[in-house]
């Protein structure tokens, strides 16, 4: 598939969105860009997706990322789901937001860490913040699962997706992570 598309998919948390284009390398699958979990509609969501991707709507996608959907779709029934694999295009960002992103997708799930184990695992203790503000900046959660990393003390941290700490505290829940204490 040479060009770009996105599609609207039905999950236990409501409408959520993919986009995808053309494969990282010759012959690959294809890569997706962009995850949108559900908005508050499911024309929200939509709107959102077309406007951060600038691809055109699909009926039917790649069977690649069909297969992704489902794997979605499972994982937030449940059946926790691994999605190391999945190839993802994340074009345009700055190099130390693709290491913190390579480094969170290595979180197991049911597991968390810190946005200062984050900066101290990439040997740059003071940056704390810039990895949440590169967690913020995150079009794939769940597929790069930012919801697995927390703020220090027992915080939970804050969640750019939809629903805020709510949904952050739902995802962990459903991969049966330890809560910490919400907090003010």
């Known amino acids: ?12 948390l409501g409408t959520c969105a993919i986009a995808w284009g053309k494969p990282l390398e010759p012959g690959g699958r294809p890569a997706v860009t962009l995850l949108q979990l559900p908005e508050t509609t499911a024309a929200t969501t939509e709107a959102r997706v077309a406007r951060l991707s600038r691809a055109r709507k699909v009926s039917a996608p790649p069977p ?24 993802v295009n994340l ?18 799930a049911g597991e ?26 995150n079009p794939v959660p769940l597929i790069i699962p930012c919801h697995r990393v927390m703020a220090a003390g027992g915080r939970t941290g804050g969640f750019s997706a939809p629903g805020g700490r709510d949904t952050k505290a739902r995802l962990l829940s459903i991969e049966g992570a330890m809560l910490p204490l919400f907090r003010p």
């Open 1 to 12: 598939m040479d060009s770009a598309g996105y599609c609207l998919f039905e999950t236990p």
């Open 64 to 87: 690649d990322i069909a297969e992704v959907m489902d794997r979605i779709c499972k994982h937030l029934r449940g059946d926790v789901q691994d999605f190391r694999g999945v190839a």
């Open 112 to 137: 968390t860490r810190t946005y200062g184990d984050i900066a101290r695992a990439l040997d740059v203790p003071g940056a704390a913040r810039a990895v949440g503000q590169s967690m913020g900046k």
């Open 91 to 108: 074009d345009g960002l700055d190099p130390f937001t693709h290491r913190v992103y390579e480094l969170v997708r290595e979180i197991p």
